[in-house]
């Protein structure tokens, strides 16, 4: 059974830094994609970034320039850099990861992925 937890988060002021951690267990092989996704109350979860197995990387616009993804690919294990943060990176922050033909161009689509972590809460203060 595949798993996916996340840990890492906290309560930082703007400005500050938090490196959240996914460790994924029970899958023998590398996933191909693997993502950040977040949700802030009362409203929808959307794409933070994503790595291919190849080390290709993607990000929204909006975290551009501050968050950095890297995975260890043996250790199947994502990581989420996350500097100069802003109250509005307040959110739940979720790991995903997929395997296969829904994740083979490693899109932020949150319906390709076929496994979620329980999500680490990360809030930003003013």
Known sequence: QVRLVESGGGSVQ???????????SG?????HCMAWFRQAPGKERDGVAAIDNRGTTSGADSVK????ISRDSAQNTLYLQMNSLKPEDTAMYYCAA????SVRFCLLQAGDFNFWGQGT????SS
């Open 65 to 68: 320039g501050r968050f950095t």
């Open 14 to 24: 703007s400005g500050g830094s938090l490196r959240l951690s996914c460790a994924a």
């Open 27 to 31: 899958y023998t092989y590398s996933f």
């Open 121 to 124: 809460q990360v809030t930003v």
């Open 98 to 101: 997929g395997f296969g033909s």
